[in-house]
């Protein structure tokens, strides 16, 4: 399969810890590349355990000395809506595990808002898109991310996408806010589809036996209202990270072993 395919792809860790150095190693491999001649790496960050383990592998690589950190932004797939101080919330978790172990730039680091910073659900939207059309470009009001991370949840839902809800069609936004949601905390913010795909590459990252029927059916091509996950695709790589007990359901054929 050519490099630049944007097919869909598998690669396999033994357990969640194993994949989390598989991932890491990767990622800093792919920034290098990126920044190498001076260029910025935008980069979409996930939460929950794999996230924020991903990140800790990263912090704790030892070519993430060699990063020349003031040339990546970082930013998030979604937010929950609480308090800055919340443990909860994907950016604290991010800062402890990575973001405050490197020298990165403050200002390159795009928080989404919290409920105590004075702006309402819709305002924070509002106030992330803005920054994001800040790297924008003639093409589209935000910027490519070199690298997309994505959880996936069992139910398939992606970000705050979350399936058989209208957020998961919306195309005429970047960012979106979300009331009820179905996984608590019940107020977020997330990035659209079109967001989303804009990435240059997009890498789910999955564990767990009850994560194998959600990734067997992304990649069988379900219908991404239904199972949002099946709608995340980069230009140029999309890449499923997972371990062998979410790994049940995957055909040999998609199988990844020199990525």
């Not at 040339?71 to 950016?91: I, K």
């Not at 093409?139 to 399936?163: K, T």
């Not at 058989?164 to 009331?179: G, M, N, Q």
């Amino acid at each position: 399969m050519a490099a630049d395919s944007p097919a869909k792809r598998v690669v396999i860790g033994e357990d969640p810890a194993s994949l989390a150095g598989i991932v890491a190693d990767r990622f800093l491999v792919r920034v290098h590349a990126r920044i190498r001649d001076g260029r910025l790496a935008h980069i979409a960050l996930t939460g929950g355990s794999m996230g924020t383990a991903v990140l800790r592998a990263v912090a704790e690589h030892p070519r993430a000395t060699e990063v020349d950190w003031t040339l990546v932004h970082f930013w998030w797939g979604d937010e929950r809506f609480v308090p800055a101080d919340d443990p909860d919330r994907n950016a604290g978790q991010a800062r402890a595990a990575l973001l405050d172990r490197i020298p990165v730039p403050p200002e390159n680091v795009h928080e989404m808002a919290a409920s105590d910073a004075g702006l309402s659900l819709d305002e924070g939207a509002a106030a992330y898109a803005a920054e994001l059309a800040r790297f924008g470009d003639a093409e589209r009001a935000w910027p490519s991310f070199a690298v997309c991370f994505l959880g996936v949840g069992p139910d398939g839902h992606i970000a705050s996408l979350f399936p058989d809800r209208p957020e998961i069609t919306v195309t005429d936004a970047a960012v979106l806010p979300v009331r009820n949601s179905p996984k608590p905390p019940p107020e977020r913010i997330t990035l659209t589809r079109p967001v989303i795909n804009a990435s240059k590459r997009v890498w789910l990252v999955l564990t767990g036996a009850e994560k194998a029927s959600a990734l067997g059916l992304a990649l069988a091509g379900a219908n991404y209202e239904n199972v949002p996950a099946a709608g995340a695709k980069g230009r140029k790589r999309t890449v499923y990270f997972v371990d062998e007990a979410a790994a049940a359901e995957v055909a040999p054929d998609l199988i990844d072993i020199d990525y």
